[in-house]
């Protein structure tokens, strides 16, 4: 059981260029989220997916595509970088029992440099 | 939307003292969770809480979901210098399903 896993671990981009950085989840889970983490401010949501075929937009969406084809997998796409993408992205997945009981587990991230 | 606010945002501690942090929300959760998170890792969760005024530990840890729902605390005791990382709090709320809101993190150094 590997939880979730994230590639390339790390990755250097020009302005301008795309580029899809992968998550998966091997724990059968429902939910699954993208955050980026900057210096002081903590983790914030980029978009999230409740079931495959199933997106919505968190907090900082705008830059960034997602697509949930499968349980497994939530790709989060950029499709044009910009340099205030530069940032650590962590996926997380999560299940969600009965009584509003959620629990989130995280990839070990992706650092991303934008230049 | 959810507002978390953190504090403290760093702390310098000797070995053995005790530590406490606190997250207080603009809106009520359902849901705390206290994250750990290493240098270059993500975060690992060390403790989640489900129900208004419940107290759960584990091991040092001690959290708490407050009984208004709109705080929670961190305390560890006894800390030894592995617990040098930055804590978050997270909240999930309503029916906001795959959404976790983050405080700011408080940054634990221990000196030996």
């Known amino acids: 059981n590997a939880g979730v896993t994230q590639t390339p671990k790390f990755q250097v981009l020009k302005t301008g260029q795309s580029m899809t950085l992968q998550c998966a989840q091997d724990m059968n889970h429902e939910y699954m989220s993208w955050y980026r983490q900057d210096p002081g401010m903590g983790l914030r949501l980029i978009h999230y997916?409740?079931?495959?075929?199933?997106?919505d937009q968190g907090e900082v969406p705008n830059g960034y595509n997602v697509s949930r084809s499968t349980t497994e997998d939530f790709p989060l796409r950029l499709l044009s970088a910009a340099p205030s993408q530069t940032s650590v992205y962590f996926c997380a997945s999560s299940y969600f029992l009965a009584g509003a009981q959620e629990t989130q587990y995280f990839g070990p991230g992706t650092r991303l440099l934008v230049l | 939307g959810q507002q978390l606010n953190q504090s403290p945002q760093s702390m310098f501690i000797q070995e053995g003292e005790d530590v406490s942090m606190n997250c207080t929300s603009s809106s009520i959760f359902n849901t705390w969770l206290w994250y750990k998170q290493d240098p270059g890792e993500g975060p690992v969760l060390l403790i989640a809480?489900?129900?208004?005024?419940e107290l759960t530990s584990n091991g040092r840890l001690t959290a708490q979901f407050g009984i208004t729902r709109k705080d929670s605390f961190l305390n560890i005791s006894a800390s030894i210098p592995s617990d040098v990382g930055i804590y978050f709090c997270?909240?999930?709320?309503?029916?906001?399903?795959?959404?976790?809101?983050f405080g700011q993190g408080t940054i634990l150094t221990v000196h030996p």
């Open positions: 997270a909240g999930q709320g309503g029916t906001s399903y795959g959404k976790l809101t």
């Open positions: 809480l489900y129900k208004a005024g």
């Open positions: 997916s409740v079931g495959a075929g199933i997106t």
